[in-house]
C-alpha cells in the first residue's frame, strides 16, 4: 500500500488549495478515506472521511463549508478542496486509508505541508 499527497504550499489567509492523495497497492473504491492533519507543536486531528462510494462525507466542525472531500476511484486518488483558509489551517496534512468497516487507519501517507501565512 503506498499513498502520495501532493498540493501543500504557502497560501494567503482567504485562499484555496486542493490536496491529492495518489493511492496504490490494494483495491482503491472498496475503502473509506480520510485526511488527518498535525499543526505544528499539537497533536493529531482528524479533518475529513469520506465512504467508499463517495456519497457519504463528514468534516471536522471548524472545517465545514470550506473544505470539500472528494475522490476518483478510476484515478485512484482522493481529494482536498481547502477554500477561505485561515492561519489556524496550517499543518501537515495526511490522507489515511480505513482497515475495513470504519474502524481505524491503517496506512498513512507522508503528509503534504499547508502553510497558511501574510
Known amino acids: 500500500v503506498q499513498l502520495v499527497e501532493s498540493g501543500g504550499g504557502l497560501v494567503q489567509p482567504g485562499g484555496s488549495l486542493r490536496l491529492s492523495c495518489a493511492a496504490s497497492?490494494?483495491?482503491?473504491?472498496?475503502?473509506?478515506m480520510y485526511w488527518i492533519r498535525q499543526a505544528p507543536g499539537k497533536g493529531l486531528e482528524w479533518v475529513s472521511g469520506?465512504?467508499?462510494?463517495?456519497?457519504?462525507?463528514w468534516y471536522l466542525d471548524s472545517v465545514k463549508g470550506r473544505f470539500t472531500i472528494s475522490r476518483d476511484d478510476a484515478k485512484n486518488t482522493l481529494y482536498l478542496q481547502m477554500n477561505s483558509l485561515k492561519p489556524e489551517d496550517t499543518a501537515l496534512y495526511y490522507c489515511?486509508?480505513?482497515?475495513?468497516?470504519?474502524?481505524?487507519?491503517?496506512?498513512w501517507g507522508k503528509g503534504t505541508l499547508v502553510t497558511v501565512s501574510l
Open positions: 489515511a486509508k480505513d482497515i475495513g468497516a470504519a474502524a481505524a487507519m491503517d496506512y
Open positions: 497497492g490494494f483495491t482503491f473504491s472498496d475503502y473509506y
Open positions: 469520506i465512504n467508499s462510494g463517495g456519497a457519504g462525507t
